[in-house]
């Protein structure tokens, strides 16, 4: 009995794993056609282009400028694509209806957040190896190569900020209007930058309230500066192990949780 519940239970997870990769797919191509992603890549690659020329003013420092532009410009955009895109993946299935058509398969909630979420992951991946690429060959293009390798710890910090940037879209698409789940998404991208600097003015400030609030700002919003490290990738500051690790780290934990109360509140709503 415990062989035959085993393999039962293994035919039941890969039909699980099976069902959320068909839905990443699909959410892939949709994402892929949409022309929104192709201007932004070619956005991006306008902006490298427009860094070299401001490079070859600024005396020397043509690598420098090119990095802090190029890794700015990618942060930026691919802070638009998670979260405007992001908020659509399940209100556009909503207002079209299609989810009744996925809801009618074998196909639980779970398997579709989960699939929609990695498939726009999917999507960002792309998009920021593109425009890392992008920015890599801006610098070779200038004689610096020494960054050409360096800024892909930094890239690959910045494509793990835009995975937690995701999860909290799709979080609030999950129970809210796609234009108030932009705004929640945009202001936790901003005060996610700053929850550091917050947490610190709260304990100069010595007030027990501010201390508090400033506090869980801290704690409940993802910390996005920890995952910011274009300043020192243009000064030729190697990337620490250990940040990279605690960085990843530190983004799988948040986005399981994410990922979980997604689900819980989704499994809860009444489409009808």
């Known amino acids: 009995m415990s062989e035959q519940s085993a393999t ?3 035919a039941s997870n890969s039909k699980f794993i099976g069902r959320i990769l068909t839905i990443a797919r699909n959410t892939f191509r949709e994402a892929v056609r949409d022309r929104v992603l192709y201007n932004l890549v070619l956005f991006v690659l306008l902006v490298t282009a427009g860094a ?6 600024t005396a020397g420092q043509e690598a420098r400028t ?10 930026l955009f691919g802070a638009f694509i998670s979260i405007f895109v992001g908020v659509s993946l399940v209100s556009k299935e909503i207002e079209k209806r299609t989810v009744y058509a996925i809801f009618s398969k074998p196909i639980s909630r779970a398997e579709f957040i989960l699939g929609k979420y990695f498939g726009l992951c999917l999507t960002l991946l792309v998009n920021v190896l593109v425009m890392g690429v992008g920015v890599s060959l801006a610098l070779l293009y200038v004689g610096g190569g020494n960054f050409a390798l360096a800024i892909w710890g930094a890239i690959f910090l910045l494509f793990l900020e835009l ?3 995701t999860a909290v879209a799709i979080l609030f698409s999950s129970f809210s209007t796609p234009a108030l789940s932009a705004l929640l998404s945009f202001f936790v991208f901003i005060i996610g930058h700053f929850s550091a600097s917050l ?17 869980a700002i801290y704690y409940l ?11 020192e990738t243009a000064n030729d500051i190697a990337l620490p192990s250990s940040m990279l690790f605690g960085a990843a780290a530190y983004a799988v934990v948040y986005v399981a949780i994410l990922l979980i109360i997604t689900v819980l509140i989704f499994s809860r709503r009444n489409f009808k």
């Open 66 to 75: 090119i990095v802090n532009l190029g890794l700015g410009a990618m942060l």
């Open 199 to 215: 947490n610190e003015l709260a304990k100069n400030l010595g007030s027990s309230g501010a201390k508090f609030i400033f506090g």
């Open 221 to 231: 919003l993802p910390n996005l500066s920890s995952f910011v490290f274009r300043t």
């Open 163 to 165: 995975t937690i940037l």
């Open 8 to 10: 039962q239970n293994a």
């Open 52 to 57: 070299i020329f401001l490079g070859e003013l």
